[in-house]
């Protein structure tokens, strides 16, 4: 007789929506189309491109359907949705929706580390580094001029000299 996982198909299968059920309203929002979910006292606020949706609950009861995802938790308060972030600059994290979000520098900081090792996952991806372009064309950065010696060659150099 073959032993049946059952957890296995419990992680398999995400939800796909989060119920929301307030004393006017009750919805049920698709969790990819959440930018930004918010803690603000004992409301909840949930912000998609679309609608903002309010209720009384807690940020930690949504945080575990959320596992999985694209999503990141900067500060205790806060959860945003790195799929629908258009860039971040100036301590403030802008959506493709035109939502923009404030954090502190410390928070910016670790947003901007999720981000990028978000970004790294899905290639191609250019890591752009400054250039001078007196020297040469864009394609070769070190034409009409000498290649500058890096660490690694100059130790190699040392080595083979005192042999």
């Known amino acids: 007789m073959q032993k049946y996982d059952y957890q296995k198909n419990r992680r398999k299968a995400l ?5 929301v059920i307030s004393a006017n309203k009750c919805a049920k929002i698709k969790i990819d189309d959440i930018e930004v979910i918010e803690q603000d006292g004992r409301k909840v606020h949930l912000i998609t491109a679309a609608k903002d949706y309010s209720f009384y609950g807690s940020i930690n009861t949504i945080a575990g359907s959320l596992a999985e995802r694209a999503f990141y ?7 945003i949705n790195l799929d629908h972030i258009s860039d971040i600059s100036n301590y403030s994290v802008n959506f493709s929706s ?10 910016l900081l670790s ?3 999720a981000y990028k090792r978000y970004l ?8 752009w580094e400054p250039m001078d372009l007196a020297g040469g064309s864009v394609s070769e950065p070190y034409a009409g001029e000498e290649k500058p010696e890096t660490e690694l060659e100059k130790d190699e150099d040392k080595n083979s000299k005192k042999v």
């Open 15 to 19: 939800p796909e929506y989060i119920s």
């Open 73 to 79: 938790r900067p500060i205790k308060r806060l959860i």
């Open 98 to 107: 035109g939502q923009t979000v404030a954090l502190g520098k410390n928070a």
């Open 111 to 113: 947003t901007k580390r």
């Open 120 to 127: 790294l996952r899905y290639p191609p991806y250019t890591i």
